[in-house]
Nanobody
Framework: QVELVESGGGSAQAGGSLGLSCSASGYTGKFYCMGWFRQAPGKDPKGGEGVAFVYAGGGTNTYGQSVRGRFTISQDDATKTVYLQMNSLKPEDSGMYYC???????????WGQGTQVTVSS
């Protein structure tokens, strides 16, 4: 049973910073994609915007166009934990942030419960 546990998020003023983390348990594969999607509250996270991803076993981190240059994703492969540092936050960064882990390039096989990020102007 794969489980993703998220922490962090909360509220910030525009221009501020927040951090998220996500730890995966129950997955033993060497190659996987892990990262974050964001979605409006109450909507299916599978249809959300891809924010940032790491690729264990090789590959370059990727970022959504709207967060590039402001957000940074990092990983601890030994613990299967990813971290998302969000700087220069904008009100449009608000939403539910869902951690996801996937194989075969999909990044969407397993999902966390989501954590709320609210950025006020």
């Amino acid at each position: 049973q794969v489980e993703l546990v998220e922490s962090g998020g909360g509220s910030a003023q525009a221009g501020g910073s927040l951090g998220l983390s996500c730890s995966a348990s129950g997955y033993t594969g060497k190659f996987y994609c892990m990262g974050w999607f964001r979605q409006a509250p109450g909507k299916d996270p599978k249809g959300g915007e891809g924010v940032a991803f790491v690729y264990a076993g090789g590959g370059t981190n990727t970022y959504g166009q709207s967060v590039r240059g402001r957000f940074t994703i990092s990983q601890d492969d030994a613990t299967k934990t990813v971290y998302l540092q969000m700087n220069s936050l904008k009100p449009e960064d608000s939403g539910m942030y869902y951690c996801a882990l996937g194989v075969g390039g999909s990044c969407r096989n397993y999902w966390g419960q989501g954590t709320q990020v609210t950025v006020s102007s």
